[in-house]
């Protein structure tokens, strides 16, 4: 029934721009919180950045702030992340994942412990090279 389909990955030249996006359905897309999560090829997982669900608070792991902006757009039901100036490091799959709990607070501490997460998307590969 949930479903979380991302899209818009792609191969592109270091110093680039691409945006991403999550479908979601299912589920009442305005009640959650929600997180983009990336996997480089053989490394672990990494949170990358979340939004609360009326999409004004927001964070991000270090190595992407200021680069990165994470959105929503609750009538269409969808999540974005805009990514700029693209490194090879960013190289990676790209999950959005949904929060078990609804809440109206952006959760506390980082986004990676996993367990606080019930559905995830696919995946979509990011590229960054030359």
Known sequence: QVQLVESGGALVQPGGSLT???????FTFSDYA????RQAHGKALEWVSTI???????K????VKGRFTISRDNAKNTLYLQMNSLRPEDTAVYFCAKYSSPSPFLPDGDGSS???YDYWGPGTQVTVSS
Do not use: E, F, I, K
């Not at 991403?20 to 299912?26: D, E, K, T």
């Not at 929600?34 to 999560?37: F, G, I, L, N, Q």
């Not at 991000?60 to 190595?63: E, L, N, P, Q, R």
């Open 34 to 37: 929600m997180s983009w999560v």
């Open 52 to 58: 609360d669900r009326s999409g004004g608070s927001t």
């Open 60 to 63: 991000y792991t270090d190595s």
């Open 20 to 26: 991403l996006s999550c479908a979601a359905s299912g």
């Open 114 to 116: 996993w367990p606080n």
